[in-house]
């Protein structure tokens, strides 16, 4: 049974910085692509970034392009998503996911695992 565990959300100030992690167990990651969505109140759920387990490639949305890095620790079984010069339009449950194959990266229904979602909140 794969379980997602997210850590590391709370209340920031606008132009401060988080650092989310998503600890990932029950199978072995290999092939998988591993990845951050978020929802706003009232907003749909919105894809962040997601990252290859095995060679660690990375896909950002524009929004996030130059302020948030995603990175593994294979050997952790863990995911990160570093988030810089945080801005209150980044205010949302931040959710892990996982899944192994990938149609629309964008797509939530690509990623049959989630998270219970990690709250991060931006003060202006």
């Known amino acids: 049974q794969v379980q997602l565990v997210e850590s590391g959300g709370g209340l920031v100030q606008a132009g401060g910085s988080l650092r989310l992690s998503c600890a990932a167990s029950?199978?072995?990651?290999?092939?998988?692509?591993m990845g951050w969505f978020r929802q706003a109140p009232g907003k749909e759920r919105e894809f962040v970034a997601n990252i290859g387990w095995n060679f660690g490639s990375t896909y950002y949305v524009d929004s996030v392009k130059g302020r948030f890095t995603i990175s593994r620790d294979v050997a952790k079984n863990t995911v990160y998503l570093q988030m810089n010069s945080l801005k209150p339009e980044d205010t949302a449950v931040y959710y892990c996911v996982a899944g192994s194959r990938i149609g629309f990266a964008r797509s939530p229904t690509s990623y049959p695992y989630w998270g219970q979602g990690t709250q991060v909140t931006v003060s202006s």
């Open positions: 029950g199978r072995t990651f290999s092939g998988y692509i």
